[in-house]
C-alpha cells in the first residue's frame, strides 16, 4: 500500500524474509560443517548449523544493524534462502534499501565463505548485463582490484552468462552463469 507520500514503504530485513519465503529455521546444534543442511551457516564460536538470519544476537543492537541481519565492517548481511533469478533476487534487495551483496576484498569474501553454507550456489551483486566484459557490482561501482573468479572464469559459456555467483564446486570462487537460475542470495545493508 502506498505511503502518505505516494511512495512505498520501505522494507525492512524483516519484512523481506516474507517477500522471498520464510527463511528461518531452527537451530541445528552440535553438527559438523559437513553436516550443516541447504541455507544454513556454520556458527565456529558455537559449533551450530544455523540460518544465517538467526546467527546474531544482542549485541547486534549496538552496530546498528537489525536483528535479522550479520554485522560485518560498515554492513549488515542478510541470507535469503529462497532461491530466486538474479533480477528477483535484486529487486528484492533493493525494495529493502540494500542489494545484493557486494565483495570487495578478501576480508569480505573470506567472512561470507565462512557464514555461509559452502554446498549451495549464491548470487552476489556482479554482473556484465549492460555491456559484456565489463562487470559492475549492483551498487554502481565498477568491479575493483579485487576478484576471486575460478579458474578459467568469466568465461561467458554459450554466449548468455551475464551474473556472478558464489560457486561451491570451485570452493566459493566466483563464476558467471545465466542469470535467470534460481540461487540463494544475500542482501547487504549499508549501516
Known amino acids: 500500500m502506498d505511503g502518505a507520500n505516494g511512495h512505498r514503504p520501505r522494507q525492512t530485513p524483516a519484512s523481506l524474509a516474507a517477500l522471498a519465503g520464510d527463511f528461518v529455521m531452527s537451530y ?90 559452502s554446498t549451495v550456489d549464491i548470487w552476489i551483486g556482479l554482473d556484465d548485463i549492460s555491456n559484456e566484459g565489463t562487470f559492475m557490482y549492483n551498487d554502481g561501482s565498477p568491479l575493483g582490484a579485487f576478484t576471486k573468479w575460478a579458474p578459467g572464469e568469466p568465461n561467458d559459456g554459450a554466449g548468455d552468462q551475464d551474473c556472478v555467483h558464489l560457486w561451491p564446486l570451485a570452493g566459493m570462487a566466483w563464476d558467471d552463469t545465466i542469470c535467470t537460475k534460481g540461487k540463494l542470495f544475500v542482501c547487504e545493508f549499508e549501516k
Open 28 to 117: 541445528m546444534k552440535h553438527l559438523p560443517r559437513e553436516k550443516c543442511e541447504d541455507y544454513t551457516l556454520y556458527d565456529k564460536t558455537t559449533n551450530e548449523c544455523r540460518n544465517m538470519s538467526a546467527a546474531v544476537g544482542v549485541e547486534t543492537e549496538n552496530l546498528d544493524c537489525p536483528p535479522d541481519t550479520v554485522p560485518y565492517s560498515n554492513s549488515c548481511y542478510i541470507l535469503m534462502d529462497q532461491p530466486t533469478d538474479y533480477m528477483t533476487a535484486r529487486k528484492i534487495c533493493e525494495s529493502g534499501g540494500g542489494y545484493l551483496v557486494v565483495v570487495k576484498d578478501e576480508a569480505e569474501h573470506q567472512f561470507l565463505i565462512g557464514h555461509l553454507n
